[in-house]
């Protein structure tokens, strides 16, 4: 059951990456959640739209039970290919989609009108706890 929810658009430029990064941990903060590998997750998710899909893209955050999904939908429908970090040592990149597998509880790609999302779930290790009148 999703708890909460919220979404931001991005550009196709490189800098749109360190926003998307900034903008999931804001959100992260603000819901009190303790997410270590989150920045992590969505930078090499945005990096992918920026580098492959060549299109704008819009970051989902979900609270879903005891974690966090994350989601970056993109205009292009092509399906991301997985090297499984296999990529020749001086490749510049190659490896994100197996970090991701690597961090994640769960991720996955589902087709999206003209696009794709590409999900991760990670887990929250902290959430703030109900207060309790008088302590």
Known sequence: MVRDAVCEEFGSAPADVA????????????????????????GEL????????GSRYTVRLCRDGAGLVVEVADGNPRQPRVN????????LSG???????RVSA??????????????????????????????
Not at 46 to 53: D, F, G, I, P
Not at 84 to 91: E, V, Y
Not at 109 to 128: C, F, H, N
């Open 95 to 101: 490896r994100g989609l197996a970090i991701v597998g």
């Open 46 to 53: 945005a990096s992918n739209a920026v580098l492959h899909a």
């Open 84 to 91: 499984g970090g296999d990529a020749p040592a001086g490749a």
């Open 19 to 42: 926003r998307a990064r900034r903008f999931a941990r804001t959100v992260a903060d603000q819901w009190g959640l303790d997410v270590p590998d989150l920045e992590l997750v969505v």
């Open 106 to 135: 769960c991720w996955g790609v589902r087709a999206d009108g003209s696009g794709k999302v590409v999900w991760a779930t990670l887990p929250v290790l902290a959430e703030p706890s109900a207060s309790v009148n008088g302590s």
